[in-house]
């Protein structure tokens, strides 16, 4: 069965920093692309960032040049470290797990709260 845990959402004031972790179980982890997607609400789910299993990444371009995405194949887990953080930035941050179009998983999500 495969678990995708997040950990790490909070609230955090305008500028502040959070590193968020997705702990994988039940999959080649190496193998998956991995990669963090968000919703707010009243919007739409959005790219945040992605990473290959190779390790290229693509991110979304509110986040460019303030959030970074890793992995770590060893511990089967992904993180996400989000700098200089804007209340736009608040909302359930969900992880994700492709290998393929037709396989692809989901974590329950955690939320990431930016207010004063």
């Known amino acids: 069965q495969v678990q995708l845990v997040e950990s790490g959402g909070a609230l955090v004031t305008p500028g502040g920093s959070l590193r968020l972790s997705c702990a994988a179980s039940g999959i080649i982890f190496k193998f998956y692309g991995m990669g963090w997607y968000r919703q707010a609400p009243g919007k739409e789910r959005e790219l945040v960032a992605v990473i290959s299993g190779g390790g290229a990444t693509n991110y979304g371009d509110s986040v460019k040049g303030r959030f970074t995405i890793s992995r770590d194949n060893t511990k089967n887990t992904v993180y996400l470290l989000m700098n200089y953080l804007k209340p736009e930035d608040t909302a359930v941050y969900y992880c994700?797990?492709?290998?393929?179009?037709?396989?692809?998983?989901w974590g329950q999500g955690t939320q990431v709260t930016v207010s004063s």
């Open positions: 994700v797990a492709r290998l393929a179009t037709s396989n692809v998983h």
